[in-house]
């Protein structure tokens, strides 16, 4: 009996875990969505396909404390004339903007 319960309470640490990690995901997502469509705006271009691929992750410390983080990087799709497509990318540390740039010219 008290195997089928350690069992129990440890599928389910699992699966909130898992769900914390998915809902964190998603919020950055959104994050990098909403940043890519301002970001196009500014720079007077289309945002096309209207939504970002994720590209990857990697683990970096914060400038201060030496905490590892996790930075992920999206890529989107624009153009500026209705024909050619270009790729910006956008580079979050959680939902916090690290770096943004489009067709190879960071801002």
Known sequence: MNDDLLFLVSATAVL???YKVWQVSLDAREAANRIARDTC???????LDDT??????????????GRP?????YTFDYTNDGFERAQGFIVLRGRRLE????AGSPT
Do not use: M
């Not at 705006?41 to 945002?47: H, M």
């Not at 970002?52 to 404390?65: E, I």
């Not at 983080?69 to 990087?73: A, Y």
């Open 99 to 102: 770096a943004v740039g489009l």
């Open 16 to 18: 909130a875990v898992a």
């Open 69 to 73: 983080r996790i930075l992920r990087t």
């Open 41 to 47: 705006s500014r720079a007077v271009v289309q945002f």
């Open 52 to 65: 970002v691929a994720f590209a990857g992750f990697r683990l970096a410390r914060t400038p201060r404390g």
